[in-house]
C-alpha cells in the first residue's frame, strides 16, 4: 500500500513569519485536499492557461514524481551563475513556494565550475543561513548568484547554498523538526521562495540577532543581526521588468488524481499581456506577516495562508477523522466531503471557497503514481489558528502573489488574489 511520507505534509512556510513576525516584511515591514475539480470560490474564477508560452516572463511548472515520489509538489527549473560571468548551472525541480521567500539550492548541486561567493556583513563576517519551516529547517552559506528563470535575471542575488557540512549547526537551529539537508529529505533540488515579501526575515533580523535565523561560523556559530540588503531575497522584486508579483497558474485535476500536470509561473502583475488581474479577487494579507483570516465550521483560523509549497490544504478540525498510520498526517472521512470556507483579506475583501476533502488512506490506494492529487488534506504541523490552503487550492486557477511596497493594478503589495 502506498503512503504518503511525512515529507509530503511539509508546509514550506516561514515558522517564524506567525510565531515571531521575523520573516519577510523586508523594506519596512518585520515580517516577520482536496478540492475536486468544482473548486471554485463563489464570487468568480479566473481562468486558466494550460499551454506553455517560450516568453520572457513565463516558466514551465511540473507537478510531477521529483526528487522523491512525493505528490503535489510543483516545480520549475532555474539557472544559478557565478555573479558577472557565463559560468552557469540549471537545476530542475526546485519546489515553487509562495509560502517562503527567497532562493535555497544544494551545495550538491553545483559544480566546482560555478562558485557563489560568500556573502558577509559590514564586518566582514561570513554570513550562514538557518531556514525554519513548519516541520524542519535547511542550513547552509548566504552566498550571491545570478539567478536567472525564462527571461528573467536578479544579479548578484543573495540565495541559501544548503549544505549540513558548513560549519557546525547550532543548536537553536536543529531543534525545529526534520533536517532538509538534502534533496531526498526535502523532496526537491531546492526551493523557490517567490511570496508577498522580498527578503525572508526583514527588519526584524536586521534591528537585533534572532536564534534560528542568520548567524557567522568561526569555530561555533553565533547569532548575527543582518541589513535587509544581504539577507536570502526573493528574486522577483529584482528583476529588472516584471517585478511586482507571480501568478502560479495550474489546470484543473480530476478528484481521482493524475500523473502529473502542466503549468506556468508567470512573472509580473499587470505588465504584460500574459498577467492581468482580470476580475481576481485581492486578499490583503497582514503588512509584517503575510496571513488573513480563515472561516470554516464555526472556526477562525487568524493566521491563514496561501502556499504552493504545501501538498495540501491543512486545518486542524474534529469535523473530519484523521486517518490511521502511516497517513496520520491527513484526513480520511467515510466518503468525499465538500465543505466550504470563507476568506477575510484585511483590506475588507471576503472571498467564499467551496473544496473537497477526500480518503487520504484509500487514495494511496488507488492512484498509485498519481503526482497531481486534489483531494489531500490534513491536520499536519499546523496549529489551531492556520488554514494553510495548499497546492490543492491552485488546480484550476490562477493564484497570484503581489509582492509587499510593489505596485500593482490591484494596489500595492503584499497580497494574494485569485
Known amino acids: 500500500m502506498r503512503h504518503f511520507s511525512r515529507v509530503a505534509s511539509a508546509t514550506l512556510f516561514c515558522l517564524s513569519a ?81 509560502g517562503s521567500w527567497g532562493l535555497r539550492v544544494f551545495a550538491s548541486q553545483l559544480p566546482a565550475s560555478v562558485p557563489l561567493p560568500q556573502e558577509t556583513d559590514g564586518s566582514g563576517n561570513p554570513l550562514a543561513e538557518c531556514m525554519q519551516f513548519f516541520d524542519g529547517y535547511t542550513w547552509g552559506a548566504v552566498r550571491t548568484a545570478d539567478v536567472k528563470i525564462a527571461g528573467e535575471t536578479a544579479h548578484s542575488l543573495p540565495v541559501q547554498v544548503i549544505d549540513p557540512n558548513y560549519s ?9 523538526g526534520v533536517a532538509r539537508n538534502t534533496p531526498s529529505l526535502l523532496a526537491a533540488n531546492g526551493i523557490l521562495g517567490i511570496g508577498v515579501f522580498k527578503h525572508d526575515c526583514g527588519a526584524a533580523c536586521a534591528q537585533q540577532p534572532i536564534a ?9 556559530c553565533t547569532s548575527i543581526a543582518v541589513a535587509e540588503t544581504l539577507q536570502v531575497a526573493n528574486p522577483v522584486p529584482y528583476f529588472s521588468t516584471d517585478n511586482n508579483g507571480v501568478i502560479v497558474s495550474l489546470p484543473s485535476v480530476p478528484s481521482g488524481g493524475a500523473q502529473t500536470a502542466s503549468g506556468e509561473l508567470i512573472f509580473g502583475i499587470g505588465t504584460a499581456a500574459n498577467n492581468a488581474l482580470g476580475n481576481a479577487q485581492v486578499i490583503g494579507v497582514d503588512p509584517r506577516k503575510g496571513v488573513f483570516t480563515t472561516t470554516q465550521n464555526g472556526t477562525s483560523y487568524t493566521n491563514s495562508i496561501i502556499d504552493s509549497g504545501s501538498t495540501g490544504l491543512f486545518f486542524a478540525t474534529t469535523q473530519i477523522p484523521t486517518c490511521a498510520s502511516p497517513n496520520s498526517s491527513y484526513y480520511c472521512p467515510s466518503s468525499t466531503e465538500q465543505l466550504d470556507a470563507t476568506n477575510f483579506g484585511v483590506n475588507g475583501t471576503t472571498s467564499a471557497v467551496t473544496f473537497s476533502v477526500g480518503n487520504a488512506s484509500a487514495l494511496a490506494q488507488s492512484s498509485a503514481g498519481d503526482a497531481a492529487m486534489p483531494l489531500l488534506a490534513g491536520p499536519a504541523f499546523v496549529g489551531s ?33 485569485y
Open 18 to 98: 506567525i510565531l515571531l513576525a521575523a520573516c519577510g516584511g523586508g523594506g519596512g515591514g518585520g515580517s516577520a485536499a482536496p478540492a475536486s475539480t468544482t473548486n471554485t470560490t463563489s464570487n468568480t474564477t479566473n481562468s486558466t492557461t494550460n499551454s506553455v508560452a517560450p516568453i520572457a516572463n513565463t516558466a514551465a511548472i511540473v507537478v510531477d514524481g521529483g526528487v522523491s515520489g512525493t505528490p503535489n509538489m510543483p516545480f520549475v527549473s532555474i539557472t544559478v551563475c557565478t555573479p558577472g560571468t557565463a559560468n552557469c548551472q540549471t537545476i530542475d525541480h526546485v519546489l515553487v513556494d509562495t
Open 168 to 176: 557546525s549547526i547550532p543548536a537553536g537551529c536543529a531543534n525545529t
Open 212 to 220: 534560528g535565523t542568520y548567524y557567522t561560523c568561526a569555530g561555533t
Open 385 to 417: 489558528t492556520v488554514f494553510d490552503w495548499g497546492l490543492p487550492f491552485f488546480y484550476g486557477r490562477n493564484v497570484y502573489a503581489a509582492i509587499e511596497q510593489q505596485s500593482t493594478p490591484g494596489g500595492a503589495g503584499p497580497y494574494f488574489a
